[in-house]
């Protein structure tokens, strides 16, 4: 069977390859240059991807497993649906989730038509999930789960993908990779957004807004206020903060204070206890759902984020849309965050985060 692996020049895809190269399947590896790397700050062997040595590192693996590799450009596509999108969400004051929007736009559908060109019969990547029996399943390593980022990249797609890792963990990857004596084995795992590069998001925000002629309004100061309608404070812009954030507001008095909500209209930030971040309520737009769309309430577990866990919720879907209600109050939900329906470790689905202004 021939395989394409999508290959970033770290260890989980480097070891995924490897595992096909064993099972006797005719590999091909294909790495995606999505932007110019070279020209930010903070890159090199390991910690990202992207860069140019990490498609090195992807070459270098390739000869060494003896199979062929090719470097396909999709920097326009990465462009507009990612770092666009990005820009676009925080000077709307709203929080983006880049990861999910390059799953359900960049590396999925594209490499799947490249698949497809060339005859192969399935993608395979090194995400910690699995795909059993038609449904997408979290990884078995908690601490390593990439399910969350993946509820976009639809239905249709489960059928021509394969994740080799999903059963493992990493301990597990790192001691079979150093086996293997892959160069990579030991490299550090990516800790920061691909295209950031050691900036912070803001200064990128900035940078993005002003390059594509977006409304630099956001990009200016505004006050901060309390639920009330004080003004407590100044901040930089309404794309240097977030829903939840407590550090680095720099607002005065002993009481900490916290991001509760977002005013873009009037460049405001809400501001509050951290009582006042609970909620019982959102609703998912955009909705993707994998089966058939269930009739009446469901009971399930939402996830609002990559690093929280899931919480018990009744979801009610309506069309493209999803109302959640928690059974117990969670704190800090963002909108434009990506919201995942679980049942167990099967994802059911998800959609984009708005909230429902009704506090706890």
């Not at 957004?193 to 200016?220: E, M």
């Not at 407590?232 to 407590?246: A, F, P, S």
């Amino acid at each position: 069977m021939r395989v394409v692996c999508a290959m970033s020049g770290g260890v989980d895809s480097s070891l995924a390859a490897a595992l096909m190269v064993e099972a006797g399947h005719d590999v091909v590896g294909m790495t995606m240059r999505l932007y110019n790397a070279s020209e930010a700050p903070g890159k090199g062997r390991g910690g990202t991807c992207c860069s140019p040595a990490e498609v090195d590192l992807a070459r270098q693996v390739c000869d060494q497993l003896g199979v062929p590799h090719y470097t396909v450009d999709e920097s326009e596509r990465f462009s507009d649906h990612v770092i666009g999108d990005f820009a676009r969400e925080y000077a709307g004051g709203r929080t983006p989730n880049p990861c999910v929007r390059c799953n359900e736009h960049v590396k999925f559908a594209p490499l799947l038509a490249r698949a497809e060109a060339i005859s192969a019969d399935l993608l395979v990547t090194g995400h910690y999930a699995r795909i059993e029996q038609g449904h997408l399943l979290r990884g078995v390593d908690p601490s390593k789960d990439q399910s969350y980022f993946l509820f976009a990249m639809g239905e249709h797609v489960l059928p021509k993908v394969r994740f080799p890792l999903g059963g493992w963990n990493k301990d597990r990857v790192r001691e079979r990779a150093r086996d293997l004596d892959l160069p990579n084995w030991d490299a550090p795992d990516s800790v920061e957004l691909c295209f950031v590069g050691g900036r912070s998001h803001a200064d990128v925000v900035a940078q993005q807004v002003q390059a594509r002629g977006l409304d630099t309004n956001a990009l200016a100061p505004g006050n901060f206020v309390d639920s009330e309608g004080n003004v407590v404070g100044t901040h930089q812009g309404i794309h240097t903060v977030t829903v939840g954030q407590r550090r680095g507001l720099r607002i005065a008095g002993t009481k900490p204070r916290y991001v509760l909500r977002v005013l873009p209209e009037r460049r405001e930030v809400v501001v509050g206890s951290v009582d006042a971040l609970s909620r019982r309520e959102l609703e998912l737009h955009d909705l993707r759902w994998f089966g058939p769309r269930p009739e009446g309430p469901i009971r399930g577990h939402v996830q609002i984020r990559h690093r929280s866990p899931a919480a018990a919720a009744t979801i009610e879907v309506d069309n493209n849309l999803a109302r959640v209600r928690f059974d117990e109050p969670v704190r800090a939900i963002a909108p434009g965050q990506a919201g995942v329906v679980y049942s167990g470790d099967r994802v059911l689905g998800g959609g984009w985060i708005e909230v429902v202004e009704a506090n706890a």
